[in-house]
């Protein structure tokens, strides 16, 4: 007989086996998901972000299968893997707490132009993640060398784990999108998870052990909220399924809603004072822009936010009627609370294309305004999408287009310009007076005599900006469309960022 075999501890109980391989399953999945999350403050939610943290985790899993492996073979016991696996859980917890100390410098870093700080403070916390991954990748190859009970079933053994640990992943990514992740927040979702694994892993280790996996956890329970950032000017802060939501009022009394780590403005409130912020300003000069005359308006602003344009819309042109689609209600909840939004605007909860689809109503002017520094939805810069809205406007009606640009490159204005000159007659260009805006304008020909001519007509507080946008639309050509199926608009902006870094240039 093999000296492996004479050596080999008596098999565990298959049923022990399955559940620790099916709550590391669980783990992983809903770690990933919490560790998105945890970096959309910082560095946004994009396709690359995400194949960012989807290589990280996949990465140090194979790792942990290659190492745990070995060490299994050397040890043929489960102790090993649950003393890796309770240290795994504590460093879990704590990752939450290391991000918020590390990772809104690295963001200013990468904004004003020091890369290589940034890429040191997110070393820091990769270091951080490396070891729990390590971990929970050494699993299966664990599992499967303790539980052997004999050759014949080496098959079944390995095929029973490996099935629930697939089904553990379905299920923790599951509850941690539709329930933990909401219900409790990022921190807390994480330290919930790590404790249901440091509690089972840590078991049979002992009562120290079992203290270290329900205290730790639960102190991070009690403190998940101090996980957030928060500016010295915030109200308030919240976090929802979509983004970390800051309330700011500065000491002259304008309330500002940022999102992440507040690089752009979503919505503004100073009250008593009409709306006059660049890019927001924009928006109330699209209706003047349409063939008729714009008198009481109806509006339809995809991307509400605090509801900014909307407000400024109703009081541009008393009587209009404005119609408000937001996809995320926190940010609705907190214009009811903080930002004076009224329900005098109609508003849904809703992606914009979604909304678009059931929407049977048309509107003298469109605003899209999902932006969101520095990327622009890609399902949002397409042909289909352009068809769309068109579809919705009164003949002769307008849409206004909010799209990012750095300084003057301005690769996604040209592809997402050139995709609405498919579809629509005439499409001019307007940039913001900052760095990150350019506003475009798609609708019937002759849109900037119209606003010429209707400026007088505007309030007082408008019309500066209406006679310097007049001066300043550029006509934009028809280029080859983005489409639903091929849109690398992420792709356009990383290179846009890229480059500005790599000149050591300031983002902001």
Request: positive net charge.
């Amino acid at each position: 007989m093999e000296r492996g075999l004479l050596l080999a501890p008596p098999p565990m109980k298959p049923s022990s086996l399955t559940w620790l391989s099916f709550l590391s399953g669980a783990t992983v999945m809903a770690s990933e998901m919490a560790a998105s999350r945890l970096v959309a403050p910082y560095f946004g939610s994009s396709t690359p972000v995400w194949a960012a943290l989807i290589s990280l985790v996949l990465g140090g899993l194979a790792l942990g299968a290659h190492l745990g492996g070995k060490v299994a073979d050397r040890a043929a016991r489960l102790e090993p893997l649950r003393v890796a696996l309770g240290v795994a859980a504590l460093m879990l917890t704590a990752l939450p707490f290391l991000a918020r100390v590390l990772l809104p410098g690295a963001t200013t870093a990468v904004m004003t132009g020091r890369p290589m700080e940034a890429m040191g403070r997110v070393a820091l916390v990769v270091l951080v993640a490396i070891p729990p991954l390590l971990a929970l990748g050494a699993v299966g190859p664990f599992l499967v060398r303790v539980g052997l009970g004999g050759v014949t079933s080496a098959g079944a053994h390995a095929g029973r784990l490996s099935s629930a640990s697939t089904l553990g992943s379905i299920v923790g990514t599951l509850l941690a999108a539709f329930v933990v992740l909401p219900w409790l927040g990022t921190a807390r979702a994480m330290a919930c998870f790590a404790g249901m694994l440091g509690l089972t892993a840590t078991w049979g280790l002992g009562w120290r052990w079992r203290a270290l996996a329900v205290g730790v956890p639960a102190a991070a329970l009690v403190m998940g909220t101090h996980a957030l950032p928060r500016h010295p000017q915030a109200l308030e802060v919240a976090e929802s399924p979509h983004a970390f939501l800051q309330v700011l009022e500065s000491p002259s009394g304008t309330r500002s809603l940022v999102f992440d780590e507040g690089f752009a403005v979503q919505s503004t409130w100073l009250p008593g004072q009409p709306v006059r912020d660049e890019v927001f300003a924009h928006y109330l000069l699209t209706p003047a822009m349409a063939r008729e005359e714009p008198r009481t308006p109806r509006v339809l602003v995809l991307g509400l936010g605090a509801g900014t344009s909307a407000r400024g819309l109703r009081e541009t042109y008393p009587g209009a009627y404005v119609v408000g689609v937001e996809l995320d209600a926190m940010v609705v909840k907190l214009a009811r609370q903080h930002f004076g939004l009224g329900t005098e605007v109609e508003v849904h909860i809703a992606d914009a294309r979604t909304f678009l689809r059931r929407d049977t109503r048309r509107y003298d002017a469109i605003i899209v305004d999902a932006f969101r520094f520095p990327y622009v939805p890609f399902h949002l810069t397409t042909r289909e999408f352009a068809q769309e809205v068109a579809a919705h406007l009164e003949p002769g009606g307008v849409a206004c287009f909010n799209v990012g640009r750095f300084r003057d490159e301005r690769a996604v204005v040209r592809a997402v310009g050139g995709t609405l000159a498919t579809v629509f007659p005439q499409v001019l260009a307007a940039d913001a007076r900052n760095h990150s805006n350019t506003l475009l304008f798609a609708g019937p020909e002759g849109m900037g005599e119209r606003l010429s001519a209707r400026t007088s007509s505007l309030p007082l507080s408008l019309q500066p900006l209406a006679t310097r946008v007049v001066g300043e639309l550029q006509p934009v050509a028809s280029a080859q469309p983005l489409t639903d199926d091929r849109a690398p608009v992420e792709m356009l902006t990383d290179a846009i960022l890229l480059k500005a870094l790599m000149g050591s240039e300031a983002l902001r």
